[in-house]
């Protein structure tokens, strides 16, 4: 898959660099399988000082129950990271993640620092599997999932998984990202 999306990853990291400065990708420390802290690698879609800006607008979250972080019209992201996000375009370098064995293409999205500090001890299952790229509330809800939602979606996905789960997951993620819906 890498092979195959170079090419266009190359117009889409020019466009990165074109509409703003700092690097074209992003890396981030996120929790994977057994709560072992691994760096996620996404294409950047915000500001560079963005992390920086998110203790100024933590009062803004949109996310009920808090867990995650999310907000509608978030002034941190950049013109070319609003199209990026909505396709979902900015998580190909994850590919690199699941080559390293660190993340799998489906399974519980993996939560920032932040967000797992927020989690309640009963909600830690989700670190018996891997992490992925897509997952339940990516094609159930998406940005518009609330942190509750966030822990039902990966228990039902922790406790019914199956390869069929994992195949209707990744039809279903297709159909979300090419409709856009959702992702903010």
């Known amino acids: ?3 195959v999306l170079a090419l266009p990853m190359l117009v889409v990291m020019a466009a990165i660099k074109l509409d703003s400065t700092g ?3 992003f890396s981030q420390p996120r929790i994977g399988l057994g709560g072992k802290e691994f760096n996620l690698l996404k294409l950047r879609t915000m500001v560079e000082n963005a992390s920086n800006m998110q203790v100024d607008l933590e009062s803004n979250n949109e996310v009920e ?3 995650l972080f999310k907000i509608k019209d978030d002034p941190r992201i950049t013109k070319v990271g609003k199209y990026l996000r909505r396709y979902s375009v900015d998580e190909i370098p994850q590919l690199i993640n699941v080559i390293k064995g660190e993340m799998s293409l489906v399974g519980p999205r993996p939560l920032t620092l932040r967000d797992s500090s927020k989690l ?3 909600k ?3 670190y018996q599997v ?3 790229i897509t997952g339940m509330w990516q094609v159930y809800g998406r ?6 939602q966030l822990h039902l979606y990966d228990r039902f996905y922790i406790n019914r998984w199956s390869l069929l789960l994992d195949f209707t997951i990744v039809i279903k993620t297709v159909l979300v990202v090419v409709a856009g819906r959702g992702a903010y």
């Not at 940005?143 to 509750?148: L, R, V, Y």
């Open 1 to 3: 898959m890498l092979i």
């Open 143 to 148: 940005s518009d999932s609330s942190s509750k």
């Open 23 to 25: 690097s074209v990708f």
């Open 120 to 122: 309640s001890p009963e």
């Open 124 to 126: 830690f299952s989700r």
């Open 65 to 67: 129950g808090g867990v």
């Open 130 to 132: 891997l992490p992925g």
